[in-house]
């Protein structure tokens, strides 16, 4: 592989071009899954330019990617992160990884969640390797895995700064310490998202005892019980702006049951059902605390046991108390280069939680608009591609000890 280019535009292409569909959970087969294929070519990528680079392994076959420009006499770090992985393509009405450039825009999935900021990223990040006048900052880049179902990569890497662990001699240590700032790239339309809800998710089960449908008094239906669940569970959303007081930029917490399974064949009755909860939090909410509000809820209403899994996924809100230096001296790199932008906060969770949960104040921004996120013809402005990686740039070069 040789990278000819460092323009945004060619490299964004390149990396529609590479499949690294997250299968969602889901047990799947088929070389466009996993990040794999684009995590070798971004290893190959830093070789090639001799840049230094360490590889996360997180789970098999899934990791991070983390590359160090060192910027010589400073002392702080700036984070630029971006995930590998985008959603599956199914329904799609353009070719997935045939990048199309038309009109001004580039499309292809990714195209706009997040390939497009990782292009950004990329582009602004080789050119200070390469600049002669090198950043004020340090500058690490994660293009880390696994963001769109788990957030697994992320907290992974955010747990390494917290250990005390021995690294490789080999490795520049900097490679392993924790920032000092974070830039989160997603599909922000070039606005600075600094606050924004967190989630847990996980199922409520509940039991009965399998028999005849022929003569269901001798058994007892796990689905009905989960219909008395639902029935409560529908009151307590009703309840959750009381138990939480609603954040003035982000609203109230939320509760959605997304899926419900149960029941094995019409002619016996059912002896297990389960519902998946996605419960978002606010700032000023934890995960745990919220289930276990819910738990004792629940069995407050109901005379029989229920169940809660382990969460398979929990991040903590986005909160605007410790990132305002970060937000508004990156709102000052935005507006010479793309006009006057905003802050803002939006329902939707993202690689800033854990991040920041780490210590580290972190902004979400970069180029494309979240209304093109996962669709099925996604795509991105050229224009907003080229602005944020001048943006990127340009806050990398200042000092923002
Ligand atoms: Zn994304």
Known sequence: MQVTSTSPVELLKQLIAIPSVNPMGQSVSGDIYYETALTSWLVNLFEEQIIPYRVQEVSPGRANVIALCRAPGATKTILLDAHQDTVPVEGMTIPPFEPTEKEGRIYGRGACDVKGGMAAMLSAFLRLCKADNPPANHVLLSLSCDEEATLGGIQSL???????????????????????????AEP????????????????????GRACHSSVPDQGTNAIYRMGQVLRVLEDYAQLLPTIAEAHPRLGPATISVGVIKGGASVNIVADHCEIEIDRRLIPGEEGDAARQNLFEYLNSQLDFEIEFTEPWVNVPPLADADNGQLCSNLLKTIEPIAGSHNEIAVPFGTHASPIAAAGVPSVVFGPGSIAQAHTKDEWIEIEQLEQATEIYYQFCLQSHA
């Open 158 to 184: 955010a747990d390494d700064w917290l250990k005390t662990a021995t690294h490789p001699v080999d490795v520049d240590p900097l490679l392993y310490q924790r920032p000092d700032i974070a830039i989160i």
């Open 188 to 207: 922000t339309e070039l606005d600075v998202i600094n606050a924004h809800k967190g989630v847990v998710r996980w199922k409520i089960v509940t039991s």
